[in-house]
Each structure stands twice: as structure tokens, then as C-alpha cells.
């Protein structure tokens, strides 16, 4: 007797099932009408965000704008529903990666009904929003958001003491610097008793040759002389073996430089402080050239660079021309 009529009700092993449906919503002009009376500022807020860096992990929208994790995902969900944001889990060897968000296309259209602009005339594609989660660039550019998104934290937990009033991705800052440098970021931070510090950072994943990295220095003495504005440049790499090693190419590119003193150089590797290992606000800086001083906090950092102007009220950052492009939304969240 066969298989199938001994068991006439059972159902061959790994049968592929069905599909679930997907409870996202279509985008039309019915839906994002309702959603005018569903979207917090603070949704608003992290739409602007996803738009201006592209990808941010659950961790680091939750350290950014949530009392937590749980609550975070628990309203990403709704607005991925909306499809204001979209989501991926990249692939890793070990445990799984947290989910990462990037703007979806209800979010883009709301942005630009915002701004006043066309949203056909964005630089905005869902298909390039979400294609980041195929890029070799994620781990750079999500390690970049990190430190920013850590900033915004401390400056929540410490409230007006501190605060970040600038945060410029890749993008941005190619856009005004492209044709002579491309900084990772821009940011500038405030603390109460110590004044303002901006920075140019560069974020290194011990992939570039050291004397290519050594190099952007000569282009970041050209943007000084260019703009009449000196910005210091933080480096920011994977290891303390990494950053000593940098640190001699460096030494080398910043003494040939003609005017050393319009480059303020500054590095730190993710070792230099073991309790704050991402927090870029930590005693982690080391400056340039070498001294026997300790490592400095980001708000006492200009202290090194006593021929450093004060930060002015006009910086190289601030001319922003947007064009066809979004406005840039403010680092720190809304109440």
C-alpha cells in the first residue's frame, strides 16, 4: 500500500507556503491626507533625518528621539505601515544586525509638500533610498550616524549644558565642498562653560591607504584658504594600532603644509576610551602635533590650537543654497 493512501491526510514535508499579505498602505493623495493628522513632529523630525543621512539603525534612532528601544520600534512600525520609512536587516556572521530605516516614498512627498518643492524634482528614488542596504558603504555610513546619534543623546540626558546645533552629513557637505574635499560630516557642539566647537570629521575604517588619508590634508588647507575660515578635522579610526599609524603619516602631511596652523588636526580611534567608546564628546582627542598632554574632551579640544579663532556666527556650513534640495532638519529632536 502506498505512502498517500495510508495517510490520505498528510501533506508533503516543506511545501512552500503562502505569502503573508502586506499590511502597508498605498501611497495616493487619500492617504497622505491622512496622514496630516497622524504625524508627530517628531515623526516629521526623523523623516527629515532619514532624508539627510540616508540610514539609521533602530539603536540610533532610539538613543536619538525615544526614552527607549521598545517604544522606538514600536512607533517605526507604524510609520513603516504608513510607508513613510522603509526597512532592512543586513546580513552579519554573528547574531543578527538590528533593523536599519531609510525614507519612504509617503515620507519623501510629505518632506517636499513641507519645503514647497516639486517631489519629482527631489534627488530622491525609493529604489536608491533602499538600495543603501546592498552598499559597501552601509558600515561607514551607519558608524558615522553613530557618533552623531550618541551626541544627541548626551546632549538629552544633559539637557541645556550640552547640546548638538549642527550635524551635516556626506552628502551635504560634498555638495558645498565636493570640488575641493569631501568630509564625512560637519558638526558642531556647544557646552555651557566651554563654547562651541565644529569639526570636520573623518570616519576611517582601516580600508584607505595612509598616506591617501595623509593627502586630504593638503585639500583641507586649500578649503581654509579658500573660505578664510579655519574648521579643525577630527579623525575618528577602528583601533589604537590604526590611529598611531596615521598619526606618523599625518605628522608628516601637516609639517609640509604651508600654513600648518589653518588645519587643526585632531585624531581618537574607538579604543581611546574604553567606558565611552563611541561618545565623541569623551577625553578620547589627541591632537596634532604630538605632546605629552593627556587626551582631551571634544568641548575643551580648541584649547590645543591656541591660534584657533573663536566660532563665528558665519561658518563655511552655514551657506546653504538648497535649490531643488530639502531643508536640513535641526540635530536635536522636538520636545
Known amino acids: 500500500?502506498?505512502?498517500?493512501?495510508?495517510?490520505?491526510?498528510?501533506?508533503?514535508l516543506r511545501r512552500p507556503q503562502p505569502a503573508r499579505p502586506s499590511q502597508r498602505v498605498a501611497v495616493s493623495g487619500h492617504h497622505l491626507a491622512r496622514l496630516a493628522g497622524r504625524l508627530t513632529d517628531r515623526d516629521r523630525w526623523l523623516a527629515r533625518m532619514l532624508y539627510e543621512h540616508r540610514v539609521l539603525t533602530l539603536n540610533q534612532i532610539g538613543q536619538a528621539a525615544w526614552p527607549s528601544s521598545r517604544a522606538a520600534n514600536a512607533r517605526l512600525l507604524q510609520l513603516y505601515t504608513w510607508?513613510?520609512?522603509?526597512?532592512?536587516?543586513?546580513?552579519?556572521?554573528?547574531?543578527?544586525?538590528?533593523m536599519h530605516y531609510v525614507l519612504d516614498i509617503a515620507g519623501a512627498r510629505i518632506l517636499a509638500a513641507e519645503d514647497g518643492k516639486d517631489p519629482h524634482q527631489l534627488p530622491y528614488r525609493h529604489a536608491t533610498a533602499i538600495g543603501i542596504a546592498h552598499s559597501l558603504t552601509l558600515p561607514h555610513t551607519t558608524g558615522t550616524n553613530?557618533?552623531?546619534?550618541?551626541?544627541?543623546?548626551?546632549?538629552?540626558?544633559?539637557g541645556p549644558s550640552e547640546e548638538l546645533t549642527a550635524w551635516w552629513s556626506e552628502r551635504r557637505c560634498a555638495r558645498h565642498f565636493g570640488d575641493i574635499v569631501r568630509p564625512d560630516a560637519y558638526g558642531r557642539w556647544h557646552h555651557q562653560r566651554a563654547g562651541t566647537t565644529e569639526w570636520f570629521l573623518e570616519y576611517d575604517r582601516g580600508t584607505e591607504p595612509l598616506d591617501k588619508l595623509a593627502r586630504k590634508l593638503t585639500a583641507y588647507h586649500q578649503l581654509a584658504h579658500t573660505t578664510a575660515l579655519t574648521t579643525p578635522v577630527l579623525m575618528w579610526f577602528p583601533s589604537s594600532r590604526r590611529e598611531a599609524g596615521a598619526r606618523t603619516a599625518l605628522a608628516a602631511a601637516h609639517h609640509n603644509l604651508t600654513d600648518p596652523d589653518r588645519v587643526p588636526v585632531a585624531t581618537t580611534s574607538t579604543e581611546a576610551a574604553p567606558a565611552a567608546p563611541h561618545d565623541p564628546a569623551a577625553a578620547r582627542w589627541l591632537p596634532l602635533p604630538d605632546s605629552p598632554s593627556p587626551r582631551l574632551p571634544l568641548a575643551t579640544l580648541t584649547s590645543a590650537w591656541p591660534r584657533l579663532p573663536p566660532v563665528s556666527a558665519s561658518t563655511a556650513a552655514d551657506a546653504d543654497s538648497s535649490g531643488s534640495d530639502l531643508h536640513p532638519p535641526p540635530p536635536m529632536p522636538p520636545q
Open 1 to 12: 500500500m502506498s505512502v498517500h493512501h495510508e495517510f490520505p491526510h498528510r501533506r508533503p
Open 83 to 98: 510607508r513613510v520609512i522603509d526597512r532592512f536587516q543586513p546580513f552579519t556572521a554573528r547574531g543578527s544586525a538590528p
Open 146 to 158: 553613530g557618533l552623531f546619534t550618541t551626541l544627541i543623546a548626551r546632549a538629552r540626558q544633559h
